[in-house]
């Protein structure tokens, strides 16, 4: 059964800063990881998925990366807005098998851009 | 296209009660999710259902019930209900193929007095 961790629990920056949220996982024969966002007390926005035959994704500002001999995804953010706080989550399927498995999720990193 | 859809938005009940969430997937889509999401916490995955079926399960309670519709549409079910069961609760839908991400509605907030 797939366990997922994130690092930092929180982080504060000025804006226009790049940074880095670290994600690490248990079971490398992982089927995909993907990131979400989630703005207080609303549901979650997806923002990217990564397959496990995939090593980055890309998205405007956003790229995630997948190394699944290390356990770790990372997301990278470009040029951070005010806009862009919000707490981050990975998450991925609970089981290997495949298909739209149930997933689980890191606690998440919460995130404030200073203007 | 709504997209998922979730009702209610709030729901106080006492303990002891029971609670039936519901949820509308995203058009187009079979699968339906069912995770509870503590304050402060990331979401726990409840169960998933697939052509009426429950398809996976996690570590919830038999208190944890569900149904799928024939028109995709999930109700989440709660009996008896304790004071930890106050959370986020979150319903996300996708195909069973399993290619696409996962799209997650507003969620409906659960109070337990």
């Known amino acids: 059964k797939q366990e997922v961790t994130q690092i930092p629990a929180a982080l504060s920056v000025p804006e226009g800063e790049n940074l880095v949220l670290n994600c690490s996982f248990t079971?490398?024969?992982?089927?995909?990881l993907q990131w979400f966002r989630q703005d207080p007390g609303k549901g979650l926005t997806s923002l990217l998925l990564?397959?496990?035959?995939?090593r980055e994704q890309t998205s405007g500002r956003l790229n995630a990366s997948l190394d699944k001999s290390s356990g770790r995804s990372t997301l990278y953010i470009a040029a951070s807005q005010p806009g862009d706080s919000a707490t981050y989550l990975c998450?991925?399927?609970?089981?290997?098998?495949?298909?739209?498995?149930?997933?689980?999720f890191g606690k998440g990193t919460h995130l404030i851009i200073q203007p | 296209d709504a997209g998922v859809t979730q009702s209610p938005t709030h729901l106080i009940k006492t303990r002891g009660q029971q609670v039936t969430l519901r949820c509308s997937p995203k058009?187009?889509?079979?699968?339906v999710s069912w995770y509870q999401q503590a304050l402060g916490q990331g979401p726990q995955f409840i169960f998933q259902?697939?052509?009426?079926?429950?398809?996976q399960r996690g570590n919830f309670p038999d208190r944890f019930s569900g149904h799928q519709f024939p028109n995709y549409s999930s109700e989440l079910n709660v009996n008896a209900l304790l004071l930890g069961d106050s959370a986020l609760y979150l319903c996300?839908?996708?195909?069973?193929?399993?290619?696409?991400?996962?799209?997650f509605g507003p969620g409906t907030r659960l109070l337990v007095l």
């Open positions: 996300a839908s996708s195909l069973v193929t399993g290619r696409e991400t996962q799209y």
């Open positions: 058009s187009g889509h079979d699968t």
């Open positions: 259902y697939y052509e009426e079926e429950e398809r």
């Open positions: 998450a991925s399927p609970l089981y290997s098998g495949g298909g739209a498995d149930g997933l689980t």
């Open positions: 079971d490398s024969a992982i089927y995909n």
């Open positions: 990564i397959q496990s035959s995939q």
